[in-house]
Nanobody, 118 residues
């Protein structure tokens, strides 16, 4: 019903940058639009945590740990959310998941690994 394709993860040195993308597609978009879109991350053994969210009107919200370094954006026509991550730190290492909300339902991408070396 909803397909999510994430891309952009990888290995980067501390201080470097990466851009994540998540494109949503599916028959559901003939009826519904995506509401809030977000990026979450999870480290093994820890709970998944919000990184950033953005509304259709481009109002964004960030976790304190990434403010000033990460920027979330979206293209509503393409049902795509992006996240530019600058000044990456080893503690940003995690699996990152996109999370679009459609008709009050959360959908999750397959996750993309981001590894930041010190």
């Amino acid at each position: 019903q909803v397909q999510l394709v994430e891309s952009g993860g990888g290995l980067v040195q501390g201080g470097g940058s990466l851009q994540l993308s998540c494109a949503a597609s599916g028959s559901i978009f003939s009826i519904f639009r995506i509401g809030v879109m977000g990026w979450y991350r999870q480290v093994p053994g820890k709970q998944i945590a919000m990184v950033a969210t953005i509304t259709r009107g481009a109002n964004s919200n960030y976790a304190d740990s990434v403010k000033g370094r990460f920027t979330i954006s979206r293209d509503n026509a393409k049902n795509t959310v992006y996240q530019v991550m600058n000044s990456l730190k080893p503690e940003d290492t995690a699996v990152y998941y996109c999370n679009p909300q459609i008709s009050a339902t959360d959908y999750w991408g397959q996750g993309t690994q981001v590894t930041v070396s010190s």
